[in-house]
């Protein structure tokens, strides 16, 4: 297992595949866990995020002039997975009764 960095994910969205269109939508993204300075706009201080349509990828916009590579956007992929992974944990039962 590798681990990469990736910005925070605070809101889930949708992502959809009609095999020839890939449409992620929805989705709000905090800071990385670096917390540079980069993703925030020089004068409002918001952050915005960078939509790659064709590379299906969705990160944090760097207002660097020379870029930055402090984190990585996320792929379609990765954010199909982790509703896969939201569906899982929503339709587990609890093994044993709460206390009380």
């Known amino acids: 297992m590798s681990r990469s960095r990736k910005p925070s994910v605070f809101q889930v969205g949708k992502v959809r595949d009609d095999g ?3 449409v992620v939508s929805g989705w709000g993204l905090g800071l990385c866990a670096s917390g540079c300075a980069c993703h925030r706009h020089p004068v409002a201080g918001h952050l915005a995020i960078a ?3 064709a590379g299906g990828r969705l990160g944090l916009a ?3 002039e020379d870029g ?3 984190c ?3 792929t379609a992929e990765e954010l199909s997975a982790i509703l896969r992974d939201l569906d899982t944990v929503a339709g587990l039962q609890a093994q044993e009764p709460l206390a009380g």
Do not use: A, K
Request: hydrophobic share 20%; net charge negative.
């Open 20 to 22: 020839r269109t890939v």
């Open 51 to 53: 939509e790659d349509q």
């Open 68 to 70: 930055c590579d402090c």
């Open 72 to 74: 990585e956007p996320w």
């Open 62 to 64: 760097s207002f660097s």
